[in-house]
């Protein structure tokens, strides 16, 4: 199993990203996928979205609600997140995984920045 994931940088507050998560050794469609992202001085990873392996529900955390979109395409088995009206405490690192308490290894992750 392997997670791939892309898309960050460093964006000025207000900016927007589009994160993306290349899935692959397992039955990626079969399962809610989510995003997590773990910020400086955090111990553990947070998730932030979750999105049904269909793709026909979402759930995200009050902190980015209305402004982060999850998305997939199970043919690409990909994951994707939009990032609008980045602030700057959305600095941190962001990953992919099973939605589940039990997860596969965590992949390298990519980097979030927003700073002025």
């Known amino acids: 199993v392997q997670f791939v994931e892309s898309g960050g940088g460093l964006v000025h507050p207000g900016g927007s990203l589009r994160l993306s998560c290349e899935a692959s050794g397992f039955a990626f469609g079969v399962y809610d996928m989510a995003w997590y992202r773990q910020a400086p001085g955090q111990v553990r990873e947070e998730q932030i979205s979750?999105?049904?392996?269909?793709?026909?529900?979402?759930t995200y955390v009050d902190s980015v609600k209305g402004r982060f979109t999850t998305s997939r395409d199970n043919a690409k088995k990909t994951l994707y997140l939009q990032m609008n009206n980045l602030k700057p405490e959305d600095t941190a690192v962001y990953y992919c995984?099973?939605?589940?308490?039990?997860?596969?290894?965590w992949g390298r992750g990519t980097q979030v920045t927003v700073s002025s």
């Open positions: 979750r999105i049904s392996n269909n793709g026909a529900s979402t």
């Open positions: 995984n099973r939605a589940s308490a039990v997860k596969y290894m």
